[in-house]
């Protein structure tokens, strides 16, 4: 009998939570240790052993990872594979699940995300420009005149989720997009100004290994923390797909047009770094009425996003991930999911993103350990921690439930049933995955269509 697989997952959030639960299903019935900056109780459930310490830190990840005789390493969030977790990884002989430094620049540097593309003639952006000097305030001010105001200013860095304003959303004048574009400059060396789109948004989240992209099911997030699309932006609070593994309002040809451009792009890195991409790309686009564009690359999976997808992969996980490091995931062919539709809702202190309440208790919950995980619903740990057998709020997305049905409507009630059995300072947004809310998005993606 060969020996029993060894998986090291970096990351302790609820991403991770979901990555640790779908490598768990396999029949391989892998040995999973984490590595995170604090105890996430869900995820202990599931590892042999849970690290705890600074994953910015590669030197303490090569001292965890180095002992255990891993099999390989996923590394989960964006700042330790930005900060070049899997080179160092790899250093030690550790094959990783996660692209090089080098490979993420895809997300952390949104100019080189830009300039690549427009190298390698993928038609997937907006009009744009790198501005890296003060002198060229004035090429700044034409590029805004150019659009009437209506641009997008993108730090040329990652800044926790902090780094884009958008025009009428986040600024009105000439000189807070300044503002804003200096400070880039100051910290990046560059900031990325883009004309602002039109249309509607949804993430398509690809397992590449340099040669080859299998897609998930297509997704809608909804960042804003409040009803109504109102409020500050946040990390996610909540996501749905439907049972076709689309959306209400894209077609196939949008989810194709948006596969040939992260073939493209995947080919281009391939091209220009002289190193294959292995990991994740996940493409945020946007149906424009000028066909699909790119609005960003990330190159990890998205949180929530994963706690859509990954419960309802029939695939073995673990293969997937040994094929991607092994570049050969075209003995795959295609990912297969359960034919369901799909919605997650973060459950989130009151006061979040900005003025939360921390280390308060929930009042009634229910523990991943004594509610195992059922057939239409499932509960993933984030920001919580277990302390004298309560569990306590950590100050950012707490709880991520998911309920799945054989459409949105179904998918949403689990959901709700289970997410209503919390209780404690927290919220969540009734409105996502709601028939009225939907429909505002297929109405305003007509209405955007019959422009073209
Ligand atoms: P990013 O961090 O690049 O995903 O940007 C955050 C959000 O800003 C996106 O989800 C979009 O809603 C918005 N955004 C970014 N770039 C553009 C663009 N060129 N046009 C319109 N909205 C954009
Ligand atoms: N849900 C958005 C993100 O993970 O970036």
Redesign the pocket.
């Known amino acids: 009998m060969s020996e029993q697989k060894k998986i090291l997952i970096i990351g302790n959030g609820g991403r991770e939570h979901a990555i640790i639960e779908a490598l768990s299903r396999s029949p391989q019935k892998p040995i999973l240790y984490n590595f995170g900056t604090a105890i996430n109780p869900g995820i202990q459930n599931l590892c042999e052993e849970v690290f705890v310490g600074d994953i910015m830190d590669n030197q303490a990840i090569q001292n965890i990872a180095k002992p255990l005789n891993l099999t390989f390493a996923i590394v989960g969030p964006d700042d330790p594979i930005g900060n070049g977790a899997a080179d160092k990884l790899k250093e030690i002989n550790i094959p990783t699940f996660a692209p090089s430094a080098a490979c993420a620049q895809l997300e952390s540097s949104?100019a080189f995300t830009r300039n690549l593309l427009a190298k390698h003639n993928i038609d997937a952006s907006?009009d744009f420009g790198v501005s890296t000097d003060i002198t060229q305030q004035d090429q700044r001010r034409l590029f805004y005149e150019e659009y009437d105001g209506q641009i997008?200013v993108?730090a040329d860095g990652l800044l926790g989720?902090k780094?884009?304003i958008?025009a009428g959303e986040h600024f009105t004048t000439f000189e807070e997009a300044e503002e804003f574009a200096q400070k880039s400059i100051d910290k990046f060396g560059k900031v990325v100004l883009?004309?602002?789109?039109?249309g509607e948004?949804f993430s398509l989240i690809s397992i590449v290994d340099g040669e080859t992209v299998l897609d998930t099911p297509a997704i809608q997030d909804h960042?804003r923390a409040f009803e109504n699309d109102e409020g500050p932006?946040t990390g996610g609070m909540g996501c749905y797909s439907d049972e076709n593994s689309s959306l209400p309002f894209i077609t196939q040809s949008d989810l194709d047009e948006a596969h040939k451009i992260t073939v493209q792009t995947m080919k281009a890195i391939t091209k220009e770094l002289d190193e294959r991409f292995v990991g994740i790309m996940y493409g945020?686009f946007?149906v424009t009425k000028r066909g699909v564009?790119l609005?960003?690359y990330n190159a990890r999976f998205g949180d929530p996003e994963a706690l859509n997808i990954l419960p309802i992969l029939k695939t073995d996980f673990v293969e997937v991930c040994e094929k991607a490091i092994s570049h050969s995931l075209s003995d795959i062919k295609k990912l297969e999911f359960e034919p369901v539709a799909t919605v997650v809702k973060y459950l989130c202190p009151e006061g979040y993103p900005t003025n939360s309440v921390k280390n308060v208790p929930f009042t009634k919950y229910k523990s991943t350990e004594k509610n195992p995980q059922t057939g239409n619903q499932q509960i993933f740990f984030a920001s919580v921690g277990l302390e004298d057998d309560k569990l306590i709020l950590k100050g950012s997305r707490a709880i991520g439930i998911l309920g799945t049905g054989k459409n949105i409507e179904q998918a949403l009630k689990n959901c709700e049933s289970l997410i209503t059995e919390f209780e404690g300072p927290v919220f969540f947004r009734k409105d996502i995955g709601t028939k009225n809310l939907i429909q505002k998005r297929i109405d305003h993606m007509t209405h955007i269509r019959s422009q073209q």
Request: hydrophobic share 35%; glycine share 14%.
């Open positions: 949104k907006p997008v993108k989720g780094g884009v958008v883009e004309e602002k789109l039109i948004e960042k932006n945020g946007i564009k609005i960003e």
